[in-house]
């Protein structure tokens, strides 16, 4: 299996760190907005090869070395110069970026799955989407697929029983908008939705990430293993129920725009698309998060 990574700042680094020692991959291609930083990453990969079980092949390139990559992980991103309040702040910025890389890189790649890391990522995985005339089934982002695991680790320590035993999803977009599907979560059959602190642990989840930011700068290894999740499951063709934002097509009423919901990711990206029942709130959640992530999109203009 071939992966291309984009962008070797953190994030990028770490995916493809984490992606080494999974052994999923034969081939791993590095590209940078510089071809030395990529090379210089890939030889420092290449050297950790040395340890593992598998022969893999690290190197860093140009978009042509990308031809016939089973997955494309996008995690370039333009820095902002001021600090930001909001990930949406991003999008002009990084809507350039998408336009110098996606057309290429969907040309070398057209049966690719695309994995969208960089933010925002539900306006961000729309976008590479419209600008690669491929399948929307082959576009996912991360979106809240970390939000998540965030929201289901802290449930596991309120409740004390096993992150992997809880079934809870945060969904709609990867920001402000939102929310815990609540009328979904369960344990062993049991629905959990009446805990007492159970808006204060979604709320906690949902600012984690600038927490770690204030903190350190970046966040990297949370993401990191999201991203493997979604890798996992597409190059081993496991089909796990995943949280991440796709391209909708009339889902609880919304269209055209990107947003986590579960789905079924394979080896041919979103396998099938999921309609769990949400309540009548939750509903109105997701509609008002997609006219949150839609007016983003709008604000960019002509995006072809």
Not at 38 to 51: H, R, S, W
Not at 142 to 147: F, M, N, P, R
Not at 197 to 221: C, D, M, P
Not at 252 to 257: A, L, N
Request: net charge negative.
């Amino acid at each position: 299996m071939k992966v291309t990574i984009v962008g070797c700042g953190n994030v990028g680094m770490a995916i493809s760190h984490a992606l080494l020692l999974s052994e999923i991959a034969d081939d791993i291609v590095l590209l940078n907005r510089t071809k030395k930083r990529a090379i210089g990453e890939a030889i420092d990969l290449q050297d950790a090869v040395a340890f593992s079980s598998k022969w893999i092949r690290v190197r860093g390139g140009e978009i042509g070395d990308a031809a016939d990559s089973d997955l494309v992980i996008m995690t370039l991103s333009d820095k902002p110069k001021t600090p930001l309040s909001d990930r949406n702040e991003m999008a002009a910025l990084n809507l350039p970026v998408m336009r110098n890389w996606i057309p290429p890189l969907a040309e070398v790649c057209p049966r690719a799955v695309f994995v969208m890391v960089s933010n925002p990522v539900d306006v961000v995985t729309w976008v590479a989407w419209k600008l690669s005339g491929l399948p929307a089934r082959q576009f996912i982002g991360t979106g809240t697929l970390i939000d998540s695991a965030r929201w289901r680790m802290l449930l596991s320590l309120d409740l004390n029983i096993h992150p992997a035993d809880i079934r809870a999803y945060i969904l709609g977009e990867h920001g402000s908008t939102q929310f815990p599907a609540t009328s979904l979560s369960v344990t062993g059959g049991q629905k959990i939705d009446n805990l007492p602190r159970y808006e204060q642990l979604f709320k906690q989840a949902s600012v984690a990430a600038f927490e770690i930011y204030n903190r350190k700068g970046n966040t990297s290894f949370g993401i990191a293993g999201a991203t493997m999740t979604i890798a996992d499951s597409v190059l081993r063709d496991t089909n796990r129920t995943l949280p991440v934002s796709v391209v909708l097509e009339d889902h609880y009423g919304v269209s055209d725009v990107c947003l986590s919901v579960p789905v079924i990711v394979g080896l041919g990206g979103v396998e099938r698309m999921l309609h769990p029942k949400l309540s009548e709130d939750e509903v109105s959640k997701f509609q008002a998060s997609a006219d949150h992530v839609r007016a983003v999109i709008e604000s960019l203009g002509p995006i072809d």
